[in-house]
């Protein structure tokens, strides 16, 4: 299967290089990839990093009409899948969704892929995993994802990739304000507000969203509230100061399986961010540099009932968890000579909690854990641009860990920029993950002597322009290996977390974007990924096409997504494959007031992602979009 698959790719990229167009002014061409900041937390053009780096843009995020940024992933990125398990929301603890595979890598919790907002990691302390229900479309100007380990930059748990957030900020003087309310199948409301200001020096972002559905099955409601604010002041032409937070809160119900169905299995779970940061820019003659100082806290209460059957006892006790994640990263790039560029960069975080139940009879409580651990790491990065096409990049960090002691991460590669627009890059690089403290520390199965998880990964990748810019193709071939994945197995009869997995993975992954005609846009994606070893919610095959059009009136487009051989089960093994057909549509009635439509799974397929958890068939969601 892997040579044929390689065979089509060969074939493709032969018949499209020829390709010239007689229409070079008829068609707005495809812009040069853009400047990102998650591959070296610098902004840097795309096309000098070795690893690949995919950017979503707000264009992209909002015509999509999703609340949250997670089904545009899935959709946008070959080799990511996300799970779900209804309309909106995701949950958490037992029944909960908004796992993330990247190239088969994604923990169960997931904390294998590091999430950021501006840079900065999200994730629960105890558990080591993000929430994916923080994540709103209506906060985000961008999203950048790295496809691969991104350990050398940002630690732990960026062993399989990462997922950068960058939140809307104005570039300009202005004052713009977003405001959407939307209304859909099971009494779904997506409602929320935007606005954006720049005077002079001084920049904000402000927003709030309100979500809520019945869900499509019994005891499966869900209703969240999210608010974000950043506020910036450019101190000089050099020096700029941000401020920024952002607050969720949300109720969600887990219905159980069809097999074995729930009541009262619901969860209240606050989370909230905050951070200030400093950052620098220099270009004066030969001398550059740039970098920042950022002092970040994130944290968050869980309380958790854990329900019972129809007809049995109800629980007589909560579970109950705070946690925080705190931590200061400093980095300063400098240019010792002509194409060079070096940074320097060091971390610290310091991150833990207490859980405890709380017995509903008496209010009286019992301590699960409570334990805090710190990590400290250095990095350096050396990134050289040998000649005009060609460049190569070197780093390494050390990390130290409260608990398992040194680990460190190196990452190597080559860029070669060629003639007709023409990139090829090579990559070898190291990712990690410390053991959280719900595997080293809580229930049975609890074990402190865990190591950290490691992978090394092996990438190539091709990317071009052609037909005057209209058309962007790209190829991407990979091996992966990971070792001391920790599972839990009977030892003398009782469970034990240990690390005994291992993991291989080799995958192609291929995208194109082509501009078809004036407002009129291609785009396809699709990941072959063949795993030594069964990994839950990462599809063999995963395919993604898309066509949109953009008229000064109306905008339509709409997508087929087809997902083959994705395993729901181990024990038992179960596999699903199913395809959908989506569609969404955006009428100008007055001025910046737009009319919405949205449609899901318009061939009401019969499919689940988590096992037991049938999706919703056909569903709709309408409203009003106002901009002024």
């Not at 101190?235 to 887990?254: H, R």
């Not at 169905?261 to 620098?280: C, F, I, K, T």
């Amino acid at each position: 299967m892997m040579k044929h698959i390689l065979l089509l790719i060969i074939c493709f990229a032969l018949f499209v290089l020829p390709v010239r167009s007689e229409e070079q002014d008829s068609l707005r061409p495809i812009p040069i990839p853009e400047v990102v900041a998650t591959g070296t937390r610098l902004q840097t053009d795309a096309r000098l990093l070795p690893m690949t780096v995919n950017v979503i843009g707000e264009e992209r995020l909002t015509e999509r009409q999703q609340t949250s940024i997670m089904p545009t992933l899935t959709e946008e990125v070959p080799g990511l899948f996300v799970t779900q398990r209804g309309m909106i929301g995701y949950g958490v603890s037992t029944g909960g969704s908004g796992g993330v595979k990247v190239r088969g890598i994604g923990g169960q919790p997931n904390t294998d892929i590091l999430v950021l907002i501006d840079g900065l990691p999200q994730y629960a302390g105890i558990y080591g995993h993000p929430i994916a229900d923080n994540y709103q479309t209506v906060m985000a100007e961008r999203v950048e994802v790295i496809r691969g380990p991104a350990s050398m930059y940002y630690g732990s748990n960026a062993m399989g990739g990462v997922i950068n957030i960058v939140t809307r900020q104005p570039r300009q003087d202005t004052v713009l304000t977003d405001l959407h309310l939307n209304y859909g199948s099971f009494y779904s409301v997506d409602a929320g507000a935007v606005n954006q200001a720049r005077r002079g020096r001084f920049h904000s972002a402000v927003g709030f969203n309100y979500t809520r559905t019945d869900g499509h099955r019994d005891n499966m409601d869900f209703d969240q509230y999210n608010g974000f604010l950043r506020l910036g002041y450019d101190l000089n032409s050099n020096w700029q100061l941000t401020a920024s937070g952002n607050v969720a809160y949300f109720n969600s119900s887990n219905p159980g399986t069809i097999s074995s169905p729930l009541e009262d299995n619901d969860m209240h779970v606050l989370r909230g961010m905050a951070a200030l940061s400093a950052e620098n820019q220099y270009e004066e003659g030969q001398f550059a540099t740039q970098g920042a100082v950022r002092a970040y806290y994130n944290g968050g209460r869980h309380e958790i009932n854990d329900g019972h059957a129809p007809n049995a006892e109800p629980q007589t006790k909560l579970y109950l968890h705070t946690d925080f994640m705190a931590g200061i990263s400093a980095y300063q790039s400098v240019a010792f000579f002509r194409g060079n560029r070096t940074t320097f960069g060091l971390d610290y975080q310091h991150f833990g909690g207490h859980a405890w139940n709380r017995f509903i009879a008496d209010g009286t409580t019992k301590d699960l854990i409570r334990k805090t651990q710190y990590e400290l790491a250095g990095y350096v990065d050396f990134h050289q641009q040998v000649v005009a096409w060609f460049s190569l990049d070197a780093g390494v960090r050390l990390d130290w860990h409260s608990q398992t002691g040194w680990s460190y991460a190196p990452q190597g590669g080559l860029s070669f920029l060629l003639p007709h627009d023409t990139q090829l890059k090579a990559l070898v690089s190291r990712g990690f993950r410390n053991p959280t403290l719900r595997e080293l520390y809580m229930y049975v199965p609890a074990n402190q002597d865990l190591n950290p998880v490691s992978l090394w990964n092996y990438e190539l990748s091709y990317r071009q322009l052609l037909w005057d810019n209209r058309l962007r193709v790209g190829v991407n071939l990979f091996y992966l290996h990971a070792k001391d994945n920790i599972e839990t197995r009977m030892i003398d009869g009782k469970p034990r977390n240990v690390n005994t997995g291992e993991l291989s993975n080799t995958g192609v992954e291929a995208d194109l974007a082509v501009r078809l005609w004036k407002g009129l846009h291609l785009s396809a994606n699709y990941s072959y990924l063949h795993m030594a070893n069964p990994v839950l919610a990462a599809p063999e095959h995963k395919l993604n096409v898309s066509l949109t059009y953009h008229h000064d009136r109306f905008r339509v487009g709409t997508g087929v997504q087809h997902i083959h051989g994705l395993y729901t089960s181990l024990t038992p093994v179960k596999k699903e494959q199913f395809t959908l057909w989506n569609a969404h549509a955006a009428v100008r009635l007055w001025k910046g007031l737009w009319a919405t439509l949205r449609a899901e799974n318009l061939l009401a397929q019969e499919y689940e992602i988590n096992a037991g958890f049938p999706m919703p068939r056909t569903t709709l969601m309408g409203g009003l979009n106002w901009k002024f």
